[in-house]
């Protein structure tokens, strides 16, 4: 299952970078296990959460949250995540079904709402799979195999 790095790291989803580092460096001095004496009054506070916070998690979620692509992709799969958990998604598209637009690298198909359901080639190489409407609340999840460039050349060979 998928961490939430937003909850580890306290901080809502829509936190801009400087939020995320600042977090991150009081969350790693209150954590620290070097710390823990110094910051005992800090780990009472309401901020600090009922338990310890390993280290590890604290780092993997600065990791992920403070690389632009990363983090569309870590919010795309955690969006994902919660709507499979809640059985939301609405329908299946294969995306040879989809329309191509070679200009900005998209994928498009239309919702029965007259909005349509974008993808772009960068998703699609990180592994989004499930694609809100534009306009409506309804998601499809689309059905691809990512192709990999090695393979490719070990089958021409």
């Not at 580092?21 to 309401?46: G, T």
């Not at 993997?60 to 403070?66: D, I, N, Y």
């Not at 983090?71 to 598209?93: C, E």
Request: charged letters at 25%.
């Amino acid at each position: 299952m998928l961490k939430d790095y937003y909850a580890i790291l306290e901080i809502p989803q829509d936190a801009n970078l400087a939020e995320i580092k600042s977090q991150y460096q009081k969350l790693l001095l209150i954590h620290h296990p070097d710390k823990q004496q110094q910051n005992q009054s800090l780990q009472q506070a309401p901020s600090a959460g009922p338990a310890l916070i390993p280290l590890q998690d604290i780092k993997e979620a600065w990791e992920c949250l403070r690389q632009p692509a990363q983090r569309a992709f870590y919010d795309s799969s955690l969006k994902a995540m919660k709507l499979r958990a809640n059985g939301q998604v609405n329908d299946d598209i294969d995306l040879d079904d989809m329309e191509y637009n070679e200009d900005n690298g998209t994928y498009t198909s239309p919702c029965r709402c007259s909005g349509e359901y974008v993808v772009s080639e960068d998703e699609l190489e990180l592994g989004v799979d499930t694609v809100s409407c534009s306009t409506c609340s309804l998601i499809v999840r689309i059905h691809y195999e990512v192709a990999d460039e090695e393979d490719d050349d070990r089958i021409g060979n």
